[in-house]
């Protein structure tokens, strides 16, 4: 396996249940992320993972609930989701965050089409 | 509200033209610029970035920066049909992590 994995590639679940999105990169990359790419919207950053330590969240609402048990997975705990969260789900890693040097370039994974009924 | 404006599209060129793709961001501290592509059902993927006021070449993509006008854009000369994607602005506004601001992407129709 190289690069970044995504898994489940399609879930659709309904608004009572709880699952789970998984990530994980092959990269040796220090920082992880959570993106959500809606229709007729930019991506937007949810979750920053560093070192395995958040250091973002992005004003989500708590039916949202990351998870990263090390540096090399992250997972996207879903659970009571609504309609409008319908979305590809875009993990992504990078060999570090900010600043101005190429380190924080990101790796794309192939993304989680979530259905909410 | 650190923002970044692309124009939707779609941009229609015929194969062999130059695409010019452009992009304005709002905050001039920002620090780093990328060019990511996205082909319909596929997830970005890296072409260009950029850090220095100027030109950066590579291959058929040119990206520019103007940084007193907060301004990037991406120049695909000789376009080819396979370079029909949607093409996303990046910035990266510093700071001590990654924040790393996405447009809404400009999608690049190439026609034989």
């Known amino acids: 396996e190289t690069g970044v994995t995504q898994t489940p590639r399609h879930l659709v679940m309904g608004m009572t249940n709880k699952k789970s999105l998984k990530c994980e990169q092959h990269l040796g990359h220090n920082a992880m992320y959570w993106y959500k790419q809606s229709a007729k919207k930019p991506l937007e950053l949810m979750f920053v993972y560093s070192l395995e330590e958040r250091v973002e969240n992005n004003s989500v609402p708590s039916r949202f609930s990351p998870e990263c048990p090390n540096s090399s997975h992250l997972f996207l705990h879903l659970h009571t989701l609504q309609p409008e969260d319908s979305a590809l789900y875009l993990c992504a890693s990078s060999l570090g965050t900010g600043g101005r040097s190429g380190a924080n370039v990101l790796t794309f994974g192939a993304g989680s089409r979530l259905t909410v009924l | 509200q650190k923002e970044v404006e692309q124009n939707s599209g779609p941009l229609s060129v015929p194969e062999g033209a130059i695409a010019s793709l452009n992009c304005t961001y709002s905050d001039r501290g920002s620090q780093s610029f990328f060019w990511y592509r996205q082909y319909s059902g596929k997830s970005p993927e890296l072409i260009m970035s950029?850090?220095?006021?100027g030109d950066k070449e590579d291959g058929r993509f040119t990206a520019q920066l103007n940084k007193a006008s907060q301004y990037v854009s991406l120049l695909i000369r000789d376009s080819q049909p396979s370079d029909s994607a949607t093409y996303l602005c990046?910035?990266?506004?510093?700071?001590?992590?990654?924040?790393?601001?996405f447009g809404k992407g400009t999608k690049l129709s190439v026609k034989p």
């Open positions: 990046a910035v990266n506004y510093g700071g001590s992590q990654g924040n790393l601001i």
């Open positions: 950029i850090y220095s006021n």
